[in-house]
């Protein structure tokens, strides 16, 4: 038989409040630590299929195909990743003249210019334009990734395969692995190279040789410039350069021309 005095009960209820007391303190103890303080962010997500990611720069654009455009992957990351030649180094200069009516059509392709173009691709045009500027002399773009549905355009024009890809057999512009481009000197003004872009005729041509000395060497100097990265030259037109690489796949992709959001 157990019997409990009045003194007794007291002292029982006291220590029935003691320990409530503590167990509910050690209860807010256990939420607080589970919640952590509330100024302190979430541990970040890591993503291993994205690629790295250079925090130098942290702009992001968003594309008409849902696509997010990241800043410049470094070497090693994914070759495929689109890079904006523009956001990326824009000491680089650009006319890209398909967003123009200065073209060989008179006819405005691209709602706007913007130069993107694969990773692999992208690292080895900054590397000329880098070489370049070692001797006061840089880049200019005239025409980079070009998606399918322009390529389209084009053809609707000039359904003509010695001036324009077929959109059925895909360029390598609409895999962002070619580019359009002359060498501009420390002025921005574009070396003598005998012809203008998009000049569609013989003298235009690698072969073609009855041109001053100097347009032979500009000519020389952007050949072995490219060539030395890998790219290719087309035999009919001076300023087109492609990575051969069908690794890298045609794209329908197209570009925002809004603000920077
Ligand atoms: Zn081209």
Same mark, same amino acid.
């Given at each position: ?23 509910l ?9 589970? *919640?952590? @303080? ?11 299929? *994205?690629?790295?990611? &250079? ?5 992001? #654009? ?10 410049? @992957?470094?070497?090693?990351a ?7 030649? +523009? ?12 967003? %123009? ?5 008179k006819? *405005? ?10 990773? =692999? ?16 002399? +840089?880049? =200019? ?5 070009? @998606? /399918?549905p322009?390529?389209?355009? #084009? $053809? ?13 057999k ?10 359009? /481009?002359?060498?501009? &000197?420390? #002025?921005g ?11 569609? +005729?013989? =003298? ?11 347009v032979? &060497? ?6 072995? /410039?490219?060539?030395?990265? +890998? ?6 037109? $001076?300023?087109?350069?492609? #990575?051969?690489? =069908?690794?890298?796949?045609?794209? %329908?992709?197209? $570009? ?6």
């Amino acid at each position: 038989m157990c019997r409990f005095s009045p003194e007794a009960k007291v002292q029982t209820y006291a220590n029935m409040k003691s320990i409530q007391v503590i167990l509910l303190a050690l209860c807010c103890t256990l939420i607080a630590c589970q *919640q952590g @303080p509330s100024d302190t962010p979430p541990p970040a997500q890591t993503d291993t299929n *994205q690629p790295t990611v &250079d925090t130098s720069s942290q702009d992001t #654009l968003p594309l008409h195909s849902g696509y997010q455009l990241k800043t410049f @992957p470094s070497a090693g990351a994914n070759d495929t990743a689109w890079v904006d030649l +523009g956001l990326e180094r824009p000491d680089i200069l650009q006319d890209i003249r398909y967003a %123009s009516t200065n073209n060989f059509m008179k006819l *405005q392709i691209y709602d706007c210019g913007r130069c993107l173009l694969r990773a =692999k691709v992208a690292r080895r045009v900054i590397d000329a334009h880098d070489e370049l500027q070692k001797e006061g002399l +840089g880049l =200019k773009m005239f025409d980079c990734y070009r @998606p /399918l549905p322009a390529q389209q355009k #084009l $053809w609707d024009k000039m359904p003509d395969a010695r001036y324009v890809t077929p959109p059925s057999k895909g360029s390598y512009h609409n895999r962002g692995s070619a580019v359009d /481009l002359t060498i501009v &000197d420390s #002025l921005g003004r574009e070396l003598d190279m005998g012809t203008d872009f998009d000049f569609f +005729g013989s =003298k235009a041509y690698h072969t073609y040789t009855d041109l001053p000395q100097q347009v032979l &060497d500009n000519r020389k100097r952007l050949l072995q /410039l490219m060539q030395a990265r +890998g790219f290719s030259p087309t035999r009919t037109e $001076w300023w087109h350069y492609a #990575l051969y690489d =069908k690794r890298l796949p045609l794209s %329908s992709m197209t $570009w925002d021309c809004k603000p920077n959001l």
